[in-house]
């Protein structure tokens, strides 16, 4: 199936029962996604993933996952 905006890919299970919308872009990601969910923000829980999961791609767009102490730091804040 299409994507949103020409982003992404939509995938839907055999049974109907459920959805995927994967992005694998990191522009698409920094560009769109993003800023969609800083101006829409998550609640609960959900909002504490986003801002490490943001922090995890503003990492990665700057290329800092590559060093070791950015290899380090990526996994603290993901455990």
């Known amino acids: 199936m299409g994507g949103v905006r020409g982003i ?3 995938y839907i299970s ?3 029962q459920s959805a995927r919308f994967d992005v694998r872009k990191l522009e698409d990601i920094i560009n769109i996604i993003i800023p969609h969910f800083v ?3 998550l609640q609960g829980c959900k909002k504490s993933d986003f801002q ?3 922090q995890c791609v503003e ?3 700057n ?3 590559i060093s070791i ?3 380090l730091r990526t996994k ?3 455990v």
Request: positive net charge; charged residues 25%.
């Open 14 to 16: 055999n049974s109907r």
């Open 39 to 41: 101006k829409y923000p």
């Open 52 to 54: 490490l999961w943001s």
């Open 63 to 65: 290329k800092e996952h």
């Open 76 to 78: 603290k804040l993901l």
């Open 69 to 71: 102490e950015g290899m």
């Open 59 to 61: 990492i990665i767009a």
């Open 8 to 10: 992404g890919h939509i």
